[in-house]
């Protein structure tokens, strides 16, 4: 039964790992002011007539703090990535000067940086929200091994480590949106 519950804890570290994991990567979409390759990961680009992921059309590099440059690999592709960049609504605006789109990364206002910190909090508690999810799913499954027959102590200092668990990843991901939100804030 005692492999039972650290085969329960392992799966539950799993899963809160990639909570985090995607936390960063949403994280990674929200701008700080300054150019970022990342800026575009979630631009999808129409190309023969299946949306694609913009990172599989272009090279994305950025020239210097406030430059990125999209080179795609068929000159044809440069409007259709235009189009995906302005689409994708995050505020940029390419210009294509016949081999390459070239982004100059505005500078954020007051007001925009609080909205991105405002974003930036509302995809922690999304994170939050699947951490818990996952100790609810882990709570329950400790609670049908006490049924088959786990001893009452062992269910307990199960449920309690599965707490501290719990606690170790809330923490982790407030210290992530801390960093997020100081990096955007930080001019």
């Given at each position: 039964?005692?492999?039972?519950?650290?085969?329960?804890?392992?799966e539950?570290?799993?899963?809160?790992?990639?909570?985090?994991?995607?936390?960063?990567?949403?994280?990674?979409?929200?701008?700080a002011?300054?150019?970022s390759?990342?800026?575009?990961?979630?631009?999808?680009?129409?190309?023969?007539g299946?949306?694609?992921?913009?990172?599989?059309v272009?090279?994305?590099?950025?020239?210097?703090a406030?430059?990125?440059?999209?080179?795609?690999?068929e000159?044809?592709?440069?409007?259709?990535?235009?189009?995906?960049?302005?689409?994708?609504?995050l505020?940029?605006?390419?210009?294509?000067?016949?081999?390459?789109?070239?982004?100059?990364?505005?500078?954020?206002?007051e007001?925009r940086?609080?909205?991105?910190?405002?974003?930036?909090?509302t995809?922690?508690?999304?994170?939050k929200?699947s951490?818990r999810?996952?100790?609810?799913?882990?709570?329950?499954?400790?609670?049908?091994?006490?049924?088959?027959?786990?001893s009452e102590?062992?269910?307990?200092?199960g449920?309690?480590?599965?707490q501290?668990?719990?606690?170790?990843?809330?923490?982790?991901?407030?210290?992530?949106?801390?960093?997020?939100?100081?990096e955007?804030?930080?001019?």
């Amino acid at each position: 039964m005692t492999e039972d519950l650290a085969l329960i804890y392992d799966e539950f570290k799993f899963s809160n790992d990639r909570t985090l994991e995607h936390l960063e990567n949403e994280l990674t979409k929200i701008r700080a002011g300054k150019a970022s390759p990342a800026m575009l990961h979630g631009v999808m680009v129409e190309y023969y007539g299946s949306m694609t992921p913009i990172q599989q059309v272009a090279n994305i590099n950025t020239v210097d703090a406030r430059t990125i440059v999209v080179q795609p690999w068929e000159k044809t592709m440069l409007n259709d990535i235009a189009r995906g960049i302005i689409n994708a609504n995050l505020g940029l605006n390419p210009q294509n000067n016949g081999e390459q789109l070239i982004i100059a990364v505005p500078i954020l206002t007051e007001e925009r940086r609080r909205e991105l910190v405002k974003r930036s909090k509302t995809e922690g508690e999304q994170a939050k929200v699947s951490v818990r999810n996952h100790r609810k799913d882990a709570m329950d499954m400790i609670k049908d091994l006490k049924n088959e027959g786990l001893s009452e102590d062992l269910a307990k200092g199960g449920e309690e480590e599965v707490q501290q668990i719990t606690n170790r990843f809330i923490k982790k991901v407030d210290d992530i949106l801390e960093h997020k939100e100081k990096e955007i804030m930080t001019l």
